[in-house]
């Protein structure tokens, strides 16, 4: 009975024998290396749910194989359906001589790290990170001395201190016990880790100071021991690990003050010492650190001035030193940070004004100065910062107008009565603000209650009353309807923002310049508005875009409105109008533009002497320049901006004929909207055929729209016959070019004028394609101008539209890029 059983046992190992091995010779009493490893795979039963042939196993998910079929890698990472549970410590870790990496992490363990796991003695990469594990880190795990990676962070229940013996680990390049329950000191042996550049020991109970030894680790890059309970000063030899890039030990209860030496670690990109008990001055030391992104002190007890050479930081982004004590002016310098969007300097005990260059850092998202002793007004160039989503001025001495803010991350609503409210109010405890914009200050309030009410009543009417009589007077001729403007006795010069320019305007300054959007003024109407000359008092000439009123009520039009300060403020293009600066009285609302003489290229092709002055290469450039400005928009611009409305409305001239591409009411960011799907905007005559059913806005629609511009310039007026003729080409065969062009010019004369305008005319076919997809880009359209144009085969008489249609007369070189 025994012997048939041990005999059958036998037999069965044999069996398992042949399957496995290919190579060793078998003895049944000592199973081979490999053997011992399909063994321990099996018994484990890690596998169980997925095959038990173990013959397969390097097949098996998540296992690698040498070349001798000995398994190297247990990578369960991509092996969801393992299942280790509780059976961690089933392993028999012993049998595996080759495995070199173990990725357990992601799997639910329930239950202790097995002491045996020092058995895996040559394992380099041990991954044990949220595994749910608990009890203490085995002492054991100092046996894995050629180990290089041990990640054993998020598991919450761990508990005991970190073992010395991990100190033996001397081929240790990264080690994360975050977040692992973990108390006690940290050992000084760890200082033996010569190799370490990662050492991760966050979110922890660990107390003690932080060892001298630390400072041997000279290899280190990222040293983070932030949410500890660390007392005592941080050792002055930590300051010689110039490799350092990253360093948090914030939240801790470090004392003592920031030495000099800090300027040593040259490397670092993020410096967080916040949420401790550091003393004294920030050293200016701390400037030496180039290549810091982030420098985060907030929450200790920091004395003295902050210190004017932070502004050598250039490539700062994240500037927090709130609550501490620091005095003094909040330094001018601070404006060089160009790239900066986080700067807390709230809580502390600044004095002086809030540099009015702050309006510079265009990229600030998150502005913070709060509960200081800051006086003096609000810069109005804090309405420049469009991508501000918050901003806290709150509990400070400030006072004066409140500035216009343009930015569209903000939560501002309309409070009725012209006013508009920001929320949460970033100006709290500052007695004389409000979180009002409006035209008529409620910061006044104090004021004005003592100014008696028949006057704060009849005051406004009286002047209503004689700017209607004057306005009346001054207007001789038809004028358009505005009778919403009504003049507040108040500073509303302060509701303007002009940038670049020196002097101050106010309203009644526009009012003057256009006697009252006189009709005279008025330079063009476009769908969102009348375009006035306006001549300011410094002499400077600009064109003013009054919104109108009905549309200035409609909350998407405030959008609009905002959404073109946005662009225009950002972009910058030798053929996109420059925006000067915005305006916003009550409800009404106005842009400012640069002026430009000649007016909208629509206005020129149906005057006829400037049409005539238009000569063809002067065409050619026009339709060059919104090509150019087009391009720039919809290629370099991160993210792209389609246009949406190209028209010949919407391009301006200035005296020399240079095309402006203007209107950007409608335009939209491509990325911001996730289906790309509309209601129809754009001019009719201009709009693609496939937004008619499909809705879908791309780049490729204001392509088709600049094929229309594009034609109306070549024939001085809109193309509408030979857009009707598109869908029949054949009708094209008999419709020769000069038959379409502008007959209030002469043809052309010079051979290379001849070649540009055929070459434009085949462009703008191209771009006129009913199908979206064939349509060049705006950019090839530019690579095709620069290219070098071959000589007509035929004269010019002979070329017929669907030659063009065709591409027949020219085949574009794609060599150069486009010159934008
Ligand atoms: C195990 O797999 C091998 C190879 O595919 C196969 O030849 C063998 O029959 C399988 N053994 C069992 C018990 O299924
Ligand atoms: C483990 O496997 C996953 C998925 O194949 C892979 O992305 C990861 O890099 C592997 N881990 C290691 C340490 O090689
Ligand atoms: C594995 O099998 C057990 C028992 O049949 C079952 O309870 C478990 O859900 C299975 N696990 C997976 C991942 O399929
Ligand atoms: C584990 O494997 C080793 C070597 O393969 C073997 O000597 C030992 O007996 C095994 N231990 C257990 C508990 O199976
Ligand atoms: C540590 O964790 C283990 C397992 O969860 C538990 O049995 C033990 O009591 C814990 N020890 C301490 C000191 O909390
Ligand atoms: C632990 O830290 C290392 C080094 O920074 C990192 O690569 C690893 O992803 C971290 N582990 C987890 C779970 O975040
Ligand atoms: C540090 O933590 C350990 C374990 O919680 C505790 O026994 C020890 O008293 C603490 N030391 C100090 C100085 O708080
Ligand atoms: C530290 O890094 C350098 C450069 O990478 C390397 O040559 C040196 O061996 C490392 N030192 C240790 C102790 O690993
Ligand atoms: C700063 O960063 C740049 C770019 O990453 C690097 O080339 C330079 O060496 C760094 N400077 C220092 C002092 O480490
Ligand atoms: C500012 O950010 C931009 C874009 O991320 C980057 O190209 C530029 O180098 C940064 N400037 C500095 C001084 O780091
Ligand atoms: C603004 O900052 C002050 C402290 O400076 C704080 O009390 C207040 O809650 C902050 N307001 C908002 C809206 O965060
Ligand atoms: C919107 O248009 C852009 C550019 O054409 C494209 O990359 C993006 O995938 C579109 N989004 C959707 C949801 O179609």
């Not at 996730?674 to 499909?694: D, F, H, Q, R, W």
Request: hydrophobic share 40%.
């Amino acid at each position: 009975m025994a012997s048939s059983l041990t005999i059958s046992v036998i037999l069965g190992v044999l069996w398992a024998a042949i399957l496995l091995s290919f190579a060793t010779t078998v003895t049944a009493a000592y199973p081979s290396p490999l053997e011992s490893e399909a063994i321990a795979l099996l018994e484990s039963r890690w596998w169980s749910n997925h095959s038990s042939n173990t013959s397969q196993r390097c097949q098996w998910p998540g296992i690698t194989c040498n070349t001798a079929e000995s398994i190297t890698k247990i990578n369960l990472s991509d092996a969801p359906n393992i299942e280790v549970g509780d059976r961690f410590g089933k392993l028999n870790f012993s049998s595996f001589p080759n495995l070199v990496l173990l990725d357990l992490s992601d799997h639910q363990i329930r239950g202790k790290i097995p002491h045996q796991i020092g058995d895996l003695s040559a394992l380099k990469y041990l991954d044990l990170s949220s595994c749910g594990l608990s009890g203490e880190l085995p002492p054991s795990l100092g046996k894995l001395t050629q180990l290089e990676f041990l990640d054993i962070s998020y598991n919450d229940n761990i508990n005991g201190s970190i073992p010395p013996q991990l100190g033996n680990l001397e081929n240790l390049v990264t080690l994360n016990l975050s977040q692992c329950g973990i108390v006690g000191r940290i050992p000084s042996a760890l200082g033996q880790l010569t190799s370490l550049q990662s050492l991760i020991l966050s979110g922890n109970q660990i107390n003690g100071s932080i060892p001298l030894e630390i400072g041997y680790l000279r290899n280190l890059t990222f040293l983070g021991l932030y949410n500890n309970r660390l007392v005592d000063s941080i050792p002055i030899t930590l300051y010689q690990l110039t490799n350092l890039e990253i360093l948090y030990l914030d939240n801790n209860q470090l004392q003592g003050s920031i030495p000099s030496c800090v300027g040593s670690l040259s490397k670092m990109q993020d410096l967080s010492l916040g949420s401790n008990l550091l003393k004294g001055p920030i050293p200016q030391e701390i400037c030496n650190l180039a290549n810091l992104t982030s420098l985060y002190l907030s929450q200790n007890k920091l004395t003295g001035s902050i210190p004017s050479c932070i502004g050598s930081l250039s490539k700062m982004l994240d500037l927090s030193l709130g609550s501490n004590l620091l005095k003094g002016p909040i330094p001018q310098e601070i404006c060089n940070l160009a790239n900066l969007t986080f700067l807390d300097l709230s809580q502390n005990k600044l004095t002086g004004s809030i540099p009015s260059c702050i309006g510079s850092l265009s990229k600030m998202l998150d502005l913070s100065l709060g509960s200081n002793l800051l006086k003096g007004s609000i810069p109005k160039e804090i309405g420049k910062l469009f991508d501000l989503s918050n901003l806290n001025l709150s509990f400070n001495q400030l006072s004066g107008p409140i500035p216009i803010l343009s930015a569209t991350h903000l939560y501002i609503v309309d409070a009725g009565n012209g006013c508009e409210k920001i929320f949460p109010d970033p100006f709290e405890g500052n007695s004389d603000l409000s979180p009002y914009m409006c035209p008529t200050p409620v910061t006044e309030k104090a004021n004005s209650s003592r100014i008696p009410y028949y006057i704060k009543i009849f005051l406004p009417i009286a002047i209503l009353f004689t700017f209607s009589i004057l306005g009346c007077l001054l207007c001789s001729r038809f004028k358009l309807k505005n009778n919403h403007v009504s003049v507040q006795p108040t500073k509303n010069g302060d509701l303007c923002s002009i940038w670049d320019y020196d002097g101050k305007i106010a309203y009644e300054d526009i009012v003057a310049a256009t006697e009252d959007f006189d009709f005279r003024y008025c330079i063009g109407v476009g769908g969102y508005g009348s375009v006035y000359k306006a001549k300011l008092p410094s002499g400077k000439v600009v064109a003013l875009k009054k919104l109108h009123h009905l549309e200035a009520e409609n909350p998407t039009f405030d959008k609009s409105f905002r959404n073109e300060i946005k662009f225009l403020s950002e972009i910058r293009h030798r053929n996109i109008v420059k925006l000067h600066g915005f305006c916003l009285h009550r409800r009404s609302m106005f842009l400012i533009y640069e002026y430009m003489e000649k007016g909208s290229l629509f206005c020129n092709l149906r005057d006829e002497v400037n049409a005539v002055d238009m000569d063809w290469t002067k065409r050619v450039e026009i339709i060059k320049g919104i090509a150019h400005a087009l391009s720039y928009l919809h290629h370099d611009c991160c993210p792209p901006i389609v246009h949406r409305d190209i028209s010949s409305n919407n391009v301006l001239l200035n005296s020399s004929f240079e095309a402006f591409v203007a209107d950007f009411g409608t335009a939209r960011m491509l990325d911001l909207d996730s289906s790309n799907k509309t209601i129809i905007v754009g001019t009719y005559g201009y709009v693609a055929p496939e937004l008619a059913y499909t809705m879908i806005v791309t780049e490729k629609c204001d392509v088709y729209s600049f094929g229309v511009v594009a034609l109306e310039t070549l024939m001085g007026k809109h193309p509408e016959e030979v857009l009707s003729w598109l869908s029949s080409p054949s009708s094209l065969v008999n419709m020769k070019l000069v038959d379409v062009l502008d007959n209030r010019l002469p043809l052309p004369t010079s051979q290379l004028v001849t070649q540009n305008l055929v070459y434009v005319a085949t462009l703008a076919f191209a771009c006129l394609n009913p199908q979206p997809k064939p349509r060049p880009t705006m950019k090839e359209v530019c690579e095709e101008f620069l290219s070098r144009h071959t000589s007509l085969g035929i004269p010019l008489r002979m070329i017929s539209l669907l030659q063009l249609m065709n591409r027949e007369m020219h085949i574009g070189g794609k060599t150069k890029t486009c010159d934008v």
